[in-house]
C-alpha cells in the first residue's frame, strides 16, 4: 500500500469515526452511564436495566413520556371484582423467533419473576398477585392478595418472555440464546460494561422505529462520555454532568436537552438494635446505634443544606426534596414543610440523643447511578462534620454497592430511588413498610424501619378503590414515614442529555430513559 493511499485511508476512517450519523444513518449509538448487569428482563428492577431490556422485551402495559399509562401487550385491564382484574392480550403480535405471543406467556413471565434471583429483586411488581388464570388465548384474569387498584402501575415493567424460555438461567440470556422478546429491536450481542447492539425487528407490532441498528456504549466515566461525544464516538449522551454542562450548553456545535426526573437521592440509616458498621463514640466501638433515635436521625436531616447540594454541588440541576416522591406524584402530602438548614438546631438534638462531641460513622453511597450521587456523597459527610460528626463517605460501583446493600451490609447508605409507577404505594410499599414477604410488602427496605401505625394505614391504601380516599391515605402515610425519618430525602435530580446539534430528535422522559426507538434525525 502507497504511503499516499495510507494517509487517504486513514482520513476517511477518521472522518467516519468523527461522524457517525452521517457514515451510518441507519446506526445509532448512545453513550450511557450504566448499563443491564443482565439480559433476563426479571433479573433486576435497576432503572438502566429496564432501559435497555424495553428494546428487546415489550411489557404488559405501557407508559408515555410522563408515566401516564398506555396499551402495550395489553390492550386494555378492567378490574372484575374487588381482587380480580382482566387484562386482554394484543392480537397478531409475534415473539422474535416466530412464536405468538398470548395470555400463556404472560401468565408464565408473571409467575417466572419469583423464581429468578438477582441483586434486586422484581418481584415489587408481582407482590399483589396472588394467581394467574388463562381465560382464553387473549385474555388473562389475575387474582389479587385483596383489592388491588394501582396493579396495572406495577405492570408498566412486567417484561413479557416466551413460554418455550422453560427454566432458562441466567447465562442463556446473555449469551443472546433465550434473548427472545417482541420489543422493537432483537438482540445481537452485549459485552458486560460494554456494548449492548440490537437490531431493528421488522414485524413489531407497533411503529417501527427509525433505526436499524443500535448500539448503547456504557461510558461510566463522566469526561469520557463527554469526550466521545465531542470526537464523534456516540450520538447521544445520557447523564451529561453537571461540571460540563453549562459548556456544552454554550457550545453552538452541541444541543443539550434537560427534563425533571422523578430520581431522589434518599439517605437510609439503620434503624435495628444494631449495626452492620459500628458506630465510634470518643474513639471507640459502641454497640448502641445512634440512628434508631428520632433525634440523631432529625439531627442528620437539619444538618442537610439542600439549597447549596443544588446550587454549588449540582450547579443547578436539581430541586431540594422533602419526601421520597416529587411534587404532583399521587400521594404527595403538602403538609410536609420545605427542610430547612438549621446547623444549631442538629447540634443541640445530638447533645440531647447523648452525643454532645459527636460520633464516627460509615457512610456509603453510589457512584455512577445518577448524576451528582458520588459528590453529592462527598458534600453531605462535609455537612454533617460541621454538626461534629466523623463521616467516612465511600462511593462505589452499583455492580458493588447493590449486592452489598440486599446483603444489609451498610449502616448508612444513600442511592437514588425513583418513582416510576407515579404513585405512593410503589414507593412507600417498598421502602418504608415493615419487610413483609408474605404480603410482599418492604422488599427493599433496607434501614429496618417499622412502625405499626405507617403499615396499618398504608395497607388501608393498597385496599381503597376509591382514587380520593385513596390518595388522601397515602398522603397521610406519607406524612408518616417523613416526620419520622424513615428515610431522609435529600435532592431530587433534573437530568441533561447532549448531542451534536441538529443531529436527532429528542424528547426527554420524567424517567429518564433513553429509548432508541423514540428518537429520529432531526428534521
Known amino acids: 500500500m502507497s504511503r499516499k493511499f495510507l494517509h487517504a485511508s486513514i482520513a476517511t476512517l477518521a472522518l467516519m469515526m468523527a461522524a457517525p450519523l452521517a457514515a451510518e444513518a441507519q446506526t445509532l449509538t448512545i453513550g450511557v452511564r450504566a448499563g443491564p448487569d443482565s439480559i433476563d428482563p426479571h433479573w433486576s428492577t435497576l432503572g438502566s436495566q429496564a432501559e435497555t431490556l424495553r428494546h428487546v422485551f415489550d411489557t404488559l402495559v405501557g407508559v408515555d413520556n410522563n408515566l401516564q399509562l398506555q396499551p402495550a401487550i395489553a390492550t386494555s385491564w378492567t378490574p372484575t371484582g374487588e381482587d380480580t382484574w382482566e387484562f386482554k392480550i394484543r ?26 434471583t438477582g441483586p434486586m429483586s422484581t418481584t415489587i411488581y408481582t407482590k399483589r398477585v396472588k394467581s394467574v388464570e388463562v381465560v382464553d388465548p387473549y385474555t388473562l384474569r389475575v387474582t389479587t392478595n385483596g383489592t388491588a387498584p394501582s396493579l396495572p402501575n406495577d405492570f408498566i415493567r412486567l417484561f413479557i418472555v416466551p413460554k418455550s424460555t422453560g427454566e432458562a438461567k441466567n447465562d442463556a440470556f446473555n449469551s443472546g440464546a433465550k434473548a427472545i422478546g417482541s420489543g422493537p429491536y432483537k438482540f445481537v450481542s452485549w459485552t458486560p460494561k460494554g456494548d449492548f447492539v440490537a437490531e431493528r425487528n421488522e414485524d413489531y407490532w407497533g411503529e417501527k422505529p427509525h433505526w436499524q441498528r443500535v448500539v448503547r456504549r456504557e461510558i461510566p466515566d463522566d469526561a469520557a462520555r463527554v469526550a466521545a461525544l465531542r470526537s464523534g464516538g456516540v450520538d447521544l449522551i445520557n447523564y451529561v454532568p453537571a461540571s460540563d454542562y453549562q459548556a456544552i450548553k454554550g457550545d453552538g456545535s452541541m444541543e443539550t436537552f434537560i427534563s425533571d426526573s422523578l430520581y431522589i437521592l434518599n439517605v437510609q440509616p439503620v434503624q435495628g438494635a444494631t449495626l452492620p458498621q459500628k458506630v465510634k463514640v470518643d474513639g471507640k466501638e459502641v454497640d448502641a446505634n445512634p440512628f434508631a433515635d428520632l433525634k440523631v436521625r432529625t439531627a442528620l436531616d437539619k444538618a442537610i443544606d439542600r439549597k447549596t447540594l443544588v446550587r454549588v454541588v449540582l450547579e443547578g440541576l436539581g430541586k431540594p426534596a422533602n419526601q421520597l416522591m416529587p411534587e404532583g406524584f399521587f400521594g404527595y402530602s403538602t403538609e410536609l414543610s420545605e427542610p430547612t438548614y438549621d446547623l444549631k438546631g442538629a447540634k443541640a438534638l445530638l447533645a440531647e440523643a447523648g452525643y454532645p462531641n459527636g460520633f464516627e460513622f460509615d457512610f456509603t453511597c453510589t457512584n455512577n447511578r445518577v448524576p451528582g450521587d458520588s459528590v453529592v456523597c462527598e458534600a453531605l459527610a462535609q455537612m454533617w462534620s460541621r454538626a461534629g460528626l466523623k463521616v467516612n463517605a465511600n462511593a462505589l460501583n452499583g455492580t458493588v454497592f447493590f449486592p452489598a446493600s440486599q446483603r444489609g451490609d451498610y449502616s448508612v447508605q444513600m442511592s437514588a430511588w425513583g418513582t416510576i409507577t407515579g404513585e405512593a404505594s410503589y414507593t412507600y410499599g417498598s421502602m418504608v413498610h415493615t419487610a413483609d414477604k408474605a404480603l410482599g410488602l418492604g422488599a427493599f427496605n433496607r434501614t429496618g424501619y417499622s412502625n405499626k401505625a405507617f403499615d396499618t394505614l398504608f395497607e388501608e391504601g393498597q385496599r381503597t378503590l376509591d382514587d380520593e380516599k385513596r390518595r388522601k391515605i397515602f398522603e397521610e402515610t406519607s406524612k408518616i414515614a417523613m416526620e419520622d425519618r424513615a428515610l431522609i430525602p435529600t435532592v431530587i435530580l433534573q437530568t441533561v442529555w447532549a448531542a451534536k446539534a441538529d443531529t436527532v430528535d429528542f424528547q426527554p422522559r420524567v424517567d429518564q430513559e433513553t429509548l432508541a426507538y423514540l428518537i429520529k434525525p432531526a428534521k
Not at 415473539?95 to 405468538?100: D, S
Not at 398470548?102 to 408464565?108: M, Q
Open 91 to 116: 392480537d397478531g403480535v409475534k415473539f422474535h423467533n416466530g412464536e405468538p405471543l398470548t395470555a400463556e406467556d404472560v401468565k408464565f413471565s408473571i409467575e417466572r419473576i419469583p423464581q429468578v
